[in-house]
């Protein structure tokens, strides 16, 4: 029984016109906006180096005798500066000279214990703007040793297939998705109500009927998520050959930077859009049940998902409403959000763990709203008799 109502429920699916257009939507996302990346001017390891050589000069002419001439903090800070410009000229050297091997690494790796002392010296008589913030200078030592550790080799263009993937996940991270999923989920029991006298046909229980709707929904939108990043894949590989995929990319995790290859990152990514897409499936079925309309569950639940953004805005931070944010996979990987809302611990495994803990709850609270309705209709149907 419960695989013939499987097969009913996915002819539903199959027929709902509005599922397949969210569905294109979502197919044609990743190789439209790669597309349209390529084709904006992109800046790579040439174009990095000479803006900070160009910034050095900038900080020199203008502070440098200040900076000589003053204290021993100012002393001290004013030799880092100069051993950091010299540094940089010679990655620069390097990258013309389409050497950009083990030195460059190497220059890189000292640049940055360089930033990361003048950070401990309070970048004395610098001002602001020229300061390189921490998680930068973090995030750039992950990849240098990742790649000083795998041996790869750079060229001036390299790496530049990385901010495809990462930035169109980061445009449908959060709430985008988040609509995406209460939209094709929204008549998940209103259609059943509308349609009992065929529904009936299939004696099954409460968890069962909706276990089989959330499995449903979530191979139909998993599917279309592949299916995006595998046309997004052609016309990256088209440009870039397929070893892009082995490229390095840094997330956050465990309260520090760590750099993946780009595969990775993308299973990271489906493996937060499953679990996300599980829980808005849940939330969706229990709005249905509430409000019995399909507009009602869009609007509820994206304003549940929009509050803790909202008081984060008024300058409210409660950590109750935290796991709500998890949604924003993107900003997790990046660690953005473990600095947003001030908690170390928001890498990737933390949130998957809340995540799961909110469609947990969900469930039980569908399995306790389920067991009070029944109780009510059979008091009021023993009353009646």
């Known amino acids: 029984m419960l695989w013939r109502y499987f097969l009913f429920e996915s002819k539903i699916i199959l027929k709902n016109r509005k599922n397949w257009f969210l569905g294109i939507v979502i197919m044609l996302f990743f190789p439209l906006f790669i597309v349209y990346t390529n084709q904006t001017p992109a800046e790579n390891l040439r174009d990095l180096k000479g803006a900070e050589a160009n910034s050095n000069s900038i900080l020199f002419k203008s502070y440098g005798d200040d900076l000589q001439e003053g204290d021993a903090e100012k002393q001290a800070m004013y030799e880092i500066l100069t051993r950091q410009s010299t540094l940089v000229n010679f990655q620069r050297f390097y990258i013309m000279e389409g050497e950009v091997t083990e030195d460059y690494v190497a220059n890189g790796l000292e640049l940055n214990e360089l930033r990361l002392k003048a950070h401990e010296l309070g970048y004395p008589g610098v001002p602001q703007h020229f300061i390189v913030p921490k998680e930068e200078i973090l995030k750039e030592d992950a990849l240098l040793r990742f790649i000083q550790k795998e041996k790869l080799e750079l060229d001036s263009n390299k790496f530049l297939a990385e901010p495809h993937y990462a930035s169109a996940l980061a445009l449908l991270s959060g709430l985008p998705f988040i609509f995406f999923v209460l939209i094709s989920s929204s008549e998940i029991i209103v259609y059943e109500q509308r349609h009992q006298t065929v529904m009936s046909g299939f004696p099954i229980s409460f968890m069962n009927k909706i276990n089989i709707k959330v499995l449903i929904h979530f191979i139909q939108?998993?599917?279309?998520?592949?299916?995006?990043?595998?046309?997004?894949?052609?016309?990256?590989?088209?440009?870039?050959?397929?070893?892009?995929?082995?490229?390095?990319i840094v997330i956050y995790r465990n309260g520090g930077y760590e750099a993946v290859i780009i595969f990775d990152y993308l299973l990271y990514a489906l493996a937060a859009l499953a679990a996300i897409t599980l829980v808005v499936l849940y939330l969706s079925i229990l709005l249905n049940?509430?409000?019995?309309?399909?507009?009602?569950?869009v609007l509820v639940g994206f304003s549940l998902f929009l509050v803790p953004n909202l008081l984060l805005v008024w300058g409210v931070n409660f950590s109750v409403f935290h796991p709500l944010k998890y949604i924003d996979f993107s900003s997790v990987l990046s660690g953005a959000l473990a600095k947003q809302l001030e908690n170390a611990q928001i890498d990737f495994w933390y949130s998957i763990l809340w995540l799961v803990v909110l469609c947990a709850l969900l469930i039980i609270v569908l399995f306790a709203k389920n067991k009070i309705s029944y109780r009510q209709t059979q008091r009021t149907l023993s009353r009646s008799v």
């Open 221 to 248: 939108t998993m599917v279309f998520l592949i299916a995006g990043l595998l046309f997004g894949h052609y016309f990256l590989s088209k440009e870039f050959g397929t070893g892009y995929l082995t490229d390095p």
């Open 289 to 297: 049940i509430l409000f019995k309309n399909a507009f009602a569950n």
